[in-house]
């Protein structure tokens, strides 16, 4: 692929034509806020906090829009591009709880503790599913953003709960559209998009119906991409640690780290490098591992059904009695069904035992659940 070069805050910079100015000042670490900007989605260009300065160019073009060309001069950071991204900011938080970013005991407070600020409990920065993980705070600090001096609005709008995986609530939206772009781009199934115009604009499902009733897949690939609370998990714990595996599910082989804290998974999210996913996840994959993992209700013990009930058995009882049942029967009476949700070594036995004990190749797992 042919190469330019060019300076961006005097350092140079080699990338493949056709990279952006964004991606060209990430290349070599140079930090330049953004909030719409998603790495493996078209570019939006909606929060025009990616302004620049290029020399022989007017006004102060857009870095995830803007191709960068051979020979091209590049400034991210000047007193009046960082007043035109506070002012970018500002608009995108006059109807955003921005109590969370201006109050200077932020960072001191745990979620437990009690609120000094005279705000109300649900405008709490704690209880936030977002808080200290949120881009919108990054980016706050970036521009050293304390006070609000546009009007505020905050909206009043019910959260969406109908999801059993993520809530989406829409108080706490920038509308950026990384979950519309997420949803079309990604899934391919455009279950949302960008409703209304104006002040009355918001993320929204065919005919404004819950996302429960809508055609979403649940696969959260617009979830993990929201910079902030708006579509948040349902179950916020934070993992103390992450083990890389791959999904037991299907044959796609989705590779994925699993969070562990206290000895139990609570938490799943793609991996990035993943050849066969790359970061990406069904609902499934996503959400459909940890509860089976630590469910209660998993059978520790073989049962065997004697008149009609399903009776506690020893292993001895159960192998004897399975043995005994299958000697009755021969190659294509039989079919094996294994289960996604026991370990790929177990499911590798089985087939084995099917077709070289059994002499049957009526098996099957996929991701039957
Ligand atoms: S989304 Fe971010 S900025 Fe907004 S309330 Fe939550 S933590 Fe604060
Ligand atoms: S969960 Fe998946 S299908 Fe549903 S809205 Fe989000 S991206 Fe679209
Ligand atoms: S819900 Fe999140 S990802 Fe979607 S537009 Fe709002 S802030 Fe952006
Ligand atoms: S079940 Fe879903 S997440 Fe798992 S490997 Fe298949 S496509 Fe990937």
Redesign the pocket.
């Known amino acids: 692929m042919d190469k330019i070069t060019l300076t961006i805050d005097g350092k140079t910079v080699e990338v493949a034509s056709g990279a952006t100015v964004l991606e060209a000042a990430k290349s070599v670490g140079i930090y330049i806020p953004t909030l719409c900007y998603f790495e493996d989605l078209e570019p939006y260009g909606g929060c025009r906090l990616c302004v620049v300065e290029i020399e022989k160019m007017r006004g102060m073009p857009i870095a995830c829009t803007t191709p960068a060309t051979d020979g091209m001069v590049v400034k991210t950071n000047s007193p009046d591009l960082l007043n035109v991204r506070r002012t970018a900011l500002e608009l995108l938080l006059s109807n955003h709880p921005c109590e969370c970013l201006t109050c200077d005991r932020r960072k001191k407070c745990g979620p437990n503790d009690i609120c000094l600020r005279s705000v109300g409990v649900t405008d709490r920065c704690a209880l936030c599913p977002s808080n200290g993980d949120c881009e919108l705070q990054k980016v706050a600090e970036y521009l050293d953003f304390h006070e609000m001096r546009l009007p505020h609005n905050p909206r009043e709008y019910p959260v969406d709960t109908s999801n059993p995986f993520f809530v989406l609530d829409r108080n706490k939206c920038i509308l950026c559209a990384r979950c519309v772009r997420a949803c079309n781009e990604i899934t391919g199934v455009g279950a949302i998009d960008m409703a209304y115009r104006g002040s009355q604009m918001k993320v929204a499902t065919l005919g404004d119906k819950p996302l429960m009733e809508s055609i979403c897949k649940s696969c959260g690939e617009c979830m993990v991409r929201c910079p902030v609370g708006a579509l948040a998990p349902k179950d916020m714990s934070r993992p103390d640690s992450e083990v890389k595996t791959t ?1 037991p ?6 590779e994925m780290y699993l969070g562990i804290k206290d000895g139990r998974i609570v938490s799943v999210r793609g991996d990035k490098e993943g050849k ?2 790359k970061s990406r ?2 609902v ?3 959400f459909g591992i940890k509860e089976f993992v630590h469910s209660p209700e998993r059978l520790t013990k073989p049962l065997i059904r004697k008149n009609g009930v399903l009776e506690e058995a020893t292993w001895d009882e159960a192998l004897n009695y399975v043995a005994q049942k299958l000697a009755g029967f021969t190659g294509d009476e039989i079919a094996v069904l294994a289960s996604a949700k026991s370990t790929n070594e177990d499911n590798y036995v089985i087939q084995k035992f099917a077709r070289a004990v059994l002499h049957t190749n009526n098996v099957d797992h996929c ?1 039957r659940l």
């Open positions: 999904c599910y299907c044959g796609v082989g989705c066969a996913n996840l069904c499934k994959g996503r991701a």
